[in-house]
């Protein structure tokens, strides 16, 4: 075999590998969003969007619904990723601004990669653990910096890369007209607006749909949010809550309340697609 055939014939497996390998991904997701929407959207109905849980919902009882659970989850998710880019993007722009490929910015991004390798399961129970502490008791606020440490490390990485594919010209230009490295960081932010836009959507949607984290630390209630200081329900705790329920009628609600989340991240998706869009006519090709 000639090696032009070798390389053929090398070619034609991989491609081979690579379509069977999104065939599988495509049927993967296809089958859980099927099975959602299939035991899930007969069970849901406008009350179960519209109003708290109540006493006998967990019962089997007709009265309330997840309201209280896509509220808190909203909240929880919406804090965390405000603290966690509140944290990561002076991070980020230091990294590049200042630091640019020394010892230390590398030590950095592998710390960050450690930290996005960690299961949430994980902060969740140092989070617990440093709340016995201090006195703190399961609440929105506890939730809510929980969760901020799990998604700080995929914003810091993800708007690092974003980053990365900055030309080197852009900056030598804007030092050449007599810029500082603070004026930098405002080059930079224009520069990358779609790529940081799809980081935070990514790590909202990533926060809205943990329930590891927060299962001791932001609780759960049938109370609606109302706040910071006490304790709130998530629709992923929802769920695992209507599953562990010996009643047929509360376990088709785990999967309406799946079939809510599912959408709602479909939708943060779909967002973070037409921000990349929309922001891309600031970046300088």
């Known amino acids: ?9 090398e070619e034609r497996f991989f491609k081979a590998v690579m379509r069977v390998s999104l065939f599988g991904a495509l049927l993967i997701l296809s089958l859980i969003v099927f099975t959602v929407v299939q035991k899930g959207f007969r069970a849901l109905s406008w009350n179960m969007l519209t109003q708290p849980s109540q006493g006998g ?4 009882g007709d009265e309330g619904g997840i309201l209280n659970a896509i509220l808190g989850s909203l909240y929880l998710a919406a804090g965390a990723t405000g603290i966690a880019l509140a944290i990561g993007l002076p991070v980020v722009f230091y990294l590049h601004a200042y630091l640019g490929r020394s010892p230390l910015a590398n030590t950095t991004r592998l710390v960050f990669d450690v930290l996005w ?6 902060y969740g129970a ?12 399961a609440s929105l606020l506890a939730g809510m910096l929980t969760l901020a440490l799990v998604e700080l490390p995929i914003l810091v990485r993800a708007m690092d890369e974003v ?3 900055i030309p080197p010209d852009l900056a030598e230009s804007t030092y050449s007209l007599g810029t500082t490295r603070l004026e930098l960081t ?3 932010l224009r520069q990358t607006l779609p790529g940081l836009a799809t980081a935070i959507l990514l790590a909202f949607g990533r926060g809205i749909g943990d329930a590891a984290a927060v299962l001791f630390t932001a609780g759960y209630t049938d109370a609606m949010p109302t706040s910071l200081s006490r304790p ?25 309340s799946a079939l809510v989340l599912t959408v709602m991240i479909l939708t943060i998706s779909l967002l973070a697609r037409l921000s990349l869009r929309q922001f891309s006519k600031h970046v300088i090709r």
């Open 117 to 122: 390798g960690i299961p949430s399961i994980v």
């Open 232 to 256: 709130t329900a998530s629709l992923p705790l929802a769920i695992f809550f209507q599953l562990s329920s010996p009643f047929p009628s509360v376990q088709a609600r785990a999967y309406a």
């Open 163 to 165: 980053m990365r594919l």
């Open 1 to 9: 075999m000639s090696r032009s055939q070798r390389r053929k014939l």
């Open 126 to 137: 140092f989070a617990f653990l440093l709340m016995l502490e201090i006195g703190m008791r």
């Open 186 to 188: 405002r080059i930079l």
């Open 57 to 60: 919902y967990y019962l089997g």
